[in-house]
T-cell receptor, first 116, second 114 residues
Framework: GAGVSQSPSNKVTEKGKDVELRCDPISGHTALYWYRQSLGQGLEFLIY????????KSGLPSDRFSAERTGGSVSTLTIQRTQQEDSAVYLCASSSGGGDSYNEQFFGPGTRLTVL | AQSVSQHNHHVILSEAASLELGCNYSYGGTVNLFWYVQYPGQHLQLLLK??????LVKGIKGFEAEFIKSKFSFNLRKPSVQWSDTAEYFC????????????FGKGTRLSVIA
């Protein structure tokens, strides 16, 4: 079946502008994660949605970052008043929230954000 | 808080050489352990995972990893690398209970030269 998809694949914006990044998880996956991959920094957790529970926002670096997940499926990550340090690849992943506790996450191709 | 350390930032090997990439984690409870690979221009793919049972796990493309609980380690190995193994390798950990975010190491870039 289809994997995790993200759009746009690349986004160039000017400092101070707002951006929205979209993630379509694998159909039926109840858990959705956003990570950020910065050069030389590995992957950094941002936010996590599990079903209808309140999201775990503990990884968001500032209040300029927010995310929502509509209808338990598509998610949008919004960065307001972008700064140059926000430049990174933003990765989305999803996993099944079924009866087993296994935590295999499937990753999308990412959105490369460049803030000028 | 959990953390993952990957000791090698960049490894350069000749084809047919053996590979071992180190990974140590810090977490007091039971964990799930993963190795992900990112080939140039491609997205992250799961290479192998450990949940329980045999601490020696085998993954795709001839890779294997050994979980040594006493050392909090999960090193990745391959007896003979190929040029096509050139990629970035990430070790990750999560608590074994439920679906929780992964904590990743900073990655090891592997370059295999002919």
């Amino acid at each position: 079946g289809a994997g995790v998809s993200q759009s746009p694949s690349n986004k160039v914006t000017e400092k101070g502008k707002d951006v929205e990044l979209r993630c379509d998880p694998i159909s039926g996956h109840t858990a959705l994660y956003w990570y950020r991959q910065s050069l030389g920094q590995g992957l950094e957790f941002l936010i996590y949605f599990q079903g209808n529970s309140a999201p775990d926002k503990s990884g968001l670096p500032s209040d300029r970052f927010s995310a929502e997940r509509t209808g338990g499926s598509v998610s949008t990550l919004t960065i307001q008043r972008t700064q140059q340090e926000d430049s990174a690849v933003y990765l989305c992943a999803s996993s099944s929230g079924g009866g087993d506790s296994y935590n295999e996450q499937f990753f999308g191709p990412g959105t490369r954000l460049t803030v000028l | 808080a959990q953390s993952v350390s990957q000791h090698n930032h960049h490894v350069i090997l000749s084809e047919a050489a053996s590979l071992e990439l180190g990974c140590n984690y810090s977490y007091g409870g039971t964990v799930n352990l993963f190795w992900y690979v990112q080939y140039p221009g491609q997205h992250l793919q799961l290479l192998l995972k450990y949940f329980s049972g045999d601490p020696l796990v085998k993954g795709i493309k001839g890779f294997e990893a050994e979980f040594i609980k006493s050392k909090f380690s999960f090193n990745l190995r391959k007896p003979s690398v190929q040029w096509s193994d050139t990629a970035e390798y990430f070790c990750a950990v999560s608590p074994s209970s439920g679906n929780t975010p992964l904590v990743f190491g900073k990655g090891t870039r592997l370059s295999v030269i002919a």
